[in-house]
T-cell receptor, first 114, second 110 residues
Framework: EADIYQTPRYLVIGTGKKITLECSQT?????MYWYQQDPGMELHLIHY???????EKGDLSSESTVSRIRTEHFPLTLESARPSHTSQYLC?????????????FGPGTRLTVT | GQNIDQPTEMTATEGAIVQINCTYQ??????LFWYQQHAGEAPTFLSY??LDGLEEKGRFSSFLSRSKGYSYLLLKELQMKDSASYLC???????????WGAGTKLIIKP
């Protein structure tokens, strides 16, 4: 069973607030990802990382930042939350080696911006 | 652009067989994944195809035709717990990024 954790699970905040969504994994995986998913819609890649001090932007990255100071930790920060950020945020990780580079997902953070 | 198409919703009967199709048009191809996602939960891995043909894993099988840009997930002996969304995702290159379909919501009726 995958060991990847996200906090908080649910968050309701007001417009303009700065928030950080936490993601940690205990599997020693090099690669980590952040996705945004609206109900019934596809996952959109926000950011990803190949390892410590490596971060790359995905499709929806312009309003958020990430850091990867430690292998196990990959937090996502929204500098100024807006109602359009209301969504589910999923963190995932995958190992460097192995087949088929399966992504393991955390339980998600459901964010509501009022 | 990149495009992955799946039916939005399908309905099947408990104990029956259902086939969920996925067609893709991407600028690269390094493999195709199927994930299962129950409502309100995170996706979980089901299968991976990189070569043409059928991969069987218990009640679930996945097929790939790279020349046709086509895959399907076959679920046999359907159980009520199989009610979920099934997501098709294409790995475009060795950078491991996935392009995701919107998923097919499968409803199982008794």
């Amino acid at each position: 069973e995958a060991d990847i954790y996200q906090t908080p699970r649910y968050l309701v905040i007001g417009t303009g607030k700065k928030i950080t969504l936490e993601c940690s994994q205990t599997m020693g995986h090099d690669k980590m990802y952040w996705y945004q998913q609206d109900p019934g819609m596809e996952l959109h890649l926000i950011h990803y990382s190949y390892g410590v001090n490596s971060t790359e932007k995905g499709d929806l990255s312009s309003e958020s930042t990430v850091s990867r100071i430690r292998t196990e930790h990959f937090p996502l920060t929204l500098e100024s939350a807006r109602p359009s950020h209301t969504s589910q945020y999923l963190c995932a990780s995958s190992p460097r080696t192995g087949n088929p580079y399966e992504q393991y997902f955390g339980p998600g953070t459901r964010l509501t911006v009022t | 652009g990149q495009n992955i198409d799946q039916p939005t919703e399908m309905t099947a009967t408990e104990g029956a067989i259902v086939q969920i199709n996925c067609t893709y048009q991407t600028s690269g191809f390094n493999g195709l994944f199927w994930y299962q996602q129950h409502a309100g939960e995170a996706p979980t891995f089901l299968s991976y195809n990189v070569l043409d043909g059928l991969e069987e894993k218990g009640r679930f099988s996945s097929f790939l035709s790279r020349s046709k840009g086509y895959s399907y997930l076959l679920l046999k002996e359907l159980q009520m717990k199989d009610s979920a969304s099934y997501l098709c995702a294409v790995q475009m290159d060795s950078n491991y990024q996935l392009i995701w379909g919107a998923g097919t919501k499968l409803i199982i009726k008794p």
